[in-house]
């Protein structure tokens, strides 16, 4: 059965702890940010006579010594029976503890029936490992109660495609969160968010608060639509002209564009993992882009004179992802593929001679590609 809507989840959890704080509660699933939220939430719900334990499960590596199969080495679970020093009740709350639950779940499992009334055990973790026998019919007995939550991420699109991204749980939830933090956003401006910041609600959230420290709340203001938002996001995630390659050869002008923002806001990375120095991006680009377009264009050239499209690859050298450089055959025939060099050519020319932003000269050759913006000659460059 799949997850529910984590924002779902969240309400639940409110709801179950309307009346105070079970005896055991579990948070797993891969989004940390839902994760860390329901955390915080439970933690406000700590009785102010209750002793708080804080615990990093990551602190415990994974290896580490032999599993504690009893409770009674495990003193901060002895707390939970009534054995605190400075209070009566006790919480103890595991962040990140997915190596501290499959170290001490056998010793949870022991003491779960003797957690005393007002203490509680609650335990965050991407995944909690249920091998063992008494674990898993604790996490089972767990989930009868309702004290079991599972945060997926957001999904970006509906279950019915047809009906597009904006209508996904990630581009909703993102309209929403924009309304709380007062820089209300249309659906079709928080999917241009997405498109450029990414999929993370955490980044997500810190970019909408950049734009509220930018722009200012705007109770009043009609929801930022796209152009408004012109020149004033950024970037957080990274590419590389590999990347930007596919995206243009796949026709696909949003991750193009995306590409090539991340590489210059973020740089590109050399193999030794060192940033590449900016001035190189455009080279790097630029030559590896004309080697892929290249290629294409022998296939395609190949293809319009008869060879089939299974022999393609083998003929023109290509031995790895030769599905993708089949679709990119097929997608773009030698017109394109030949205006593409040609544009190459004069996007260095203008480089050599201009000294001409390289982000500048890459957007203009993805309009001279995507958008059929026309292409300098040599003599209009006067050459």
């Known amino acids: 059965m799949a997850a529910p809507n984590p924002i779902l989840e969240l309400k639940r959890l409110k709801k179950l702890v309307g009346a105070g704080l079970p005896s055991i509660v579990l948070l797993h699933g891969p989004s940390e940010y839902f994760r860390s939220k329901a955390m915080s939430g439970l933690l406000l719900r700590v009785a102010e006579d209750a002793e708080l334990r804080t615990v990093d499960g990551a602190e415990v590596r994974a290896g580490d010594d ?33 190596n501290w639950w499959k170290k001490h779940s056998a010793a949870v499992a022991e003491v779960a029936s003797m957690i005393q009334a007002g203490s509680s055990l609650i335990v965050e973790a991407p995944k909690l490992d249920k091998r063992k026998r008494a674990v898993a019919a604790l996490v089972k007995q767990l989930a009868a109660e309702g004290c079991v939550f599972e945060f997926r991420d957001l999904y970006d699109m ?39 910041v990414g999929k993370s609600p955490s980044e997500l959230t810190g970019e909408l608060e950049r734009l509220r420290d930018t722009l200012g709340e705007g109770a009043a203001r009609a929801p930022l639509a796209p152009q408004d938002l012109a020149g004033k996001l950024s970037v957080m995630f990274e590419s590389t002209p590999f990347e930007f390659a596919e995206a243009v050869l796949g026709g696909d002008r949003r991750s193009a564009q995306r590409s090539l923002a991340a590489m210059y806001q973020r740089g590109v990375k050399q193999q030794d993992g060192k940033a590449m120095d900016a001035g190189g991006v455009l080279p790097f680009t630029t ?9 294409v264009y022998e296939g395609r050239v190949l293809f319009d004179e008869g060879t089939s499209m299974r022999d393609l690859p083998a003929r023109c050298g290509v031995r790895q992802f030769a599905d993708r450089f089949l679709a990119q055959v097929k997608q773009n025939d030698q017109r394109q593929l030949q205006r593409g060099l040609v544009a190459l050519h004069a996007c260095l020319r203008k ?23 026309p292409v300098e000659t040599a003599e209009e460059l006067e050459l």
């Not at 996904?168 to 498109?195: D, R």
């Not at 050599?352 to 059929?372: H, I």
Request: glycine fraction near 10%; aromatic fraction near 8%.
């Open 66 to 98: 032999e599993e504690s199969h009893s409770a009674a080495a495990v003193p901060v679970l002895q707390d939970l029976r009534g054995g605190g020093l400075f209070a009566a009740a006790t919480v103890v709350a595991v962040r990140r503890g997915a």
């Open 158 to 196: 509906p279950y019915e495609r047809s009906r597009g991204p904006l209508e996904g749980e990630l581009c909703q939830w993102l309209v929403q969160t924009s309304k709380q933090l007062g820089v209300e956003l249309t659906p079709e401006s928080a999917w241009l968010v997405v498109s450029q």
């Open 287 to 295: 030559s590896w882009l004309y080697r892929q377009i290249g290629v």
């Open 351 to 373: 480089s050599r001679t201009s000294g001409e932003d390289g982000e500048v000269l890459l957007e203009r050759f993805l309009a001279q590609w995507f958008d059929g913006a």
